[in-house]
């Protein structure tokens, strides 16, 4: 493996190998996140959107304990300010980053509550390890979960959702994968070679599909079916046109027809 490390120290970390980038949160005790480290997120986010050379991000947090418990309250009491400027991608670096049309997969270990939900929630998807726990607890301290209040009715059973958002009650991982939260569970040892292994499957894969994918969700959701299907069949959707313009279609096309596997090439 040929690694290239591009930011080695801080609170957050990158490593890329390939076409893969691994995005490591490294901030001491809890790994919380304040609004220079929501920055310093948001830029490298951007950096991984805006590479063309680059197809799959991993997203995980350094030990075993914490995997995020979202904004720093310490530093808010210190001046922070809860509603201040969080970056390019909102808060984290990834929840309101727009035109991000690459798979993201969210690593999770230990303890993964309140804004470190909502941004695994961000991811496209999550593995968790065995010790993973998650919770929405912003209702004890008397404030609002906002973006899990949006879209976690949409990812899980409305009551389920809404008895999670009003209770502020801890699961674990079992449960996170029975409601659909998780793609799957592993131990604490092996949950990065897991991420690690999807992260290749999805590189050898189309990345304008993958794009192509994205974007239609995102706009669909709040469509009608017969809109969202109008719109896609008539080349409406920037990244469904240039697929159906693409080299890489006729070569999906191509490799069908003469039994073998495809080679992309992302134009």
Same mark, same amino acid.
């Given at each position: 493996?040929?690694?290239?490390?591009?930011?080695?120290?801080?609170?957050?970390? +990158?490593?890329? #190998?390939?076409?893969?980038?691994? !995005?490591?949160?490294?901030? $001491?005790?809890?790994? &919380?996140? @304040? =609004?220079?480290?929501?920055?310093?997120?948001?830029?490298?986010?951007?950096?991984?959107?805006?590479?063309?050379?680059?197809?799959?991000?991993?997203?995980?947090?350094?030990?075993?304990?914490?995997?995020?418990?979202?904004?720093?309250?310490?530093?808010?009491?210190?001046?922070?300010?809860?509603?201040?400027?969080?970056?390019?991608?909102?808060?984290?670096?990834?929840?309101?980053?727009?035109?991000?049309?690459?798979?993201?997969?969210?690593?999770?270990?230990?303890?993964?509550?309140?804004?470190?939900?909502?941004?695994?929630?961000?991811?496209?998807?999550?593995?968790?390890?065995?010790?993973?726990?998650?919770?929405?607890?912003?209702?004890?301290?008397? +404030?609002?979960? #906002?973006?899990?209040?949006?879209? !976690?009715?949409?990812?899980? $059973?409305?009551?389920? &959702?809404? @008895? =999670?958002?009003?209770?502020?009650?801890?699961?674990?991982?079992?449960?996170?994968?029975?409601?659909?939260?998780?793609?799957?569970?592993?131990?604490?040892?092996?949950?990065?070679?897991?991420?690690?292994?999807?992260?290749?499957?999805?590189?050898?894969?189309?990345?304008?599909?993958?794009?192509?994918?994205?974007?239609?969700?995102?706009?669909?959701?709040?469509?009608?079916?017969?809109?969202?299907?109008?719109?896609?069949?008539?080349?409406?959707?920037?990244?469904?046109?240039?697929?159906?313009?693409?080299?890489?279609?006729?070569?999906?096309?191509?490799?069908?027809?003469?039994?073998?596997?495809?080679?992309?090439?992302?134009?």
């Amino acid at each position: 493996m040929t690694e290239m490390t591009m930011l080695t120290e801080g609170p957050f970390r +990158t490593r890329r #190998d390939g076409p893969i980038l691994e !995005l490591t949160l490294d901030r $001491p005790k809890a790994n &919380a996140i @304040d =609004l220079k480290t929501s920055r310093i997120m948001g830029l490298a986010f951007r950096a991984f959107r805006d590479d063309d050379s680059l197809r799959v991000a991993i997203l995980r947090a350094e030990g075993d304990k914490f995997f995020c418990p979202g904004w720093d309250l310490k530093a808010a009491a210190e001046g922070d300010a809860v509603d201040g400027d969080y970056g390019v991608g909102g808060f984290g670096g990834l929840q309101e980053l727009p035109n991000l049309n690459k798979p993201v997969i969210a690593a999770v270990n230990g303890i993964c509550c309140g804004g470190g939900l909502e941004l695994a929630l961000s991811c496209d998807l999550i593995l968790a390890s065995e010790n993973a726990t998650f919770a929405l607890p912003e209702i004890r301290s008397g +404030t609002v979960a #906002d973006a899990a209040s949006i879209k !976690l009715p949409k990812r899980i $059973p409305y009551h389920v &959702a809404m @008895d =999670l958002l009003l209770t502020g009650r801890w699961f674990d991982a079992d449960e996170a994968l029975r409601w659909g939260l998780l793609k799957e569970i592993t131990t604490s040892e092996a949950l990065l070679d897991k991420a690690w292994e999807l992260a290749r499957l999805l590189a050898s894969g189309p990345p304008l599909v993958y794009a192509a994918i994205k974007e239609v969700v995102r706009e669909a959701e709040a469509m009608r079916f017969q809109d969202a299907l109008n719109r896609i069949t008539k080349r409406q959707i920037p990244t469904v046109d240039r697929l159906y313009s693409s080299e890489d279609q006729l070569e999906g096309a191509r490799a069908f027809a003469e039994k073998r596997d495809p080679v992309w090439k992302g134009r």
